[in-house]
């Protein structure tokens, strides 16, 4: 599958991969990935929310 034909995760996916993230990073406090990859999906959960109350409004 190309990154043109993928489909982006739904809201409720990206909230479930924050509490997975965040799960992670206690697990993990130290490990500089897990809070990359945490960081990154707080980002794509953010710009979703923000797109999604900017085409509400």
Do not use: C, H, Y
Request: hydrophobic content about 40%; proline content about 4%.
């Amino acid at each position: 599958m190309t990154a043109s034909t993928e489909q982006e995760p739904s809201t409720d996916a990206l909230k479930e991969s924050l509490v997975g993230s965040f799960m992670a990073i206690i697990g993990a406090p130290d490990d500089l990935e897990t809070a990359r990859n945490a960081d990154q999906v707080v980002r794509d959960l953010d710009a979703r929310l923000t797109a999604e109350a900017t085409s509400a409004a």
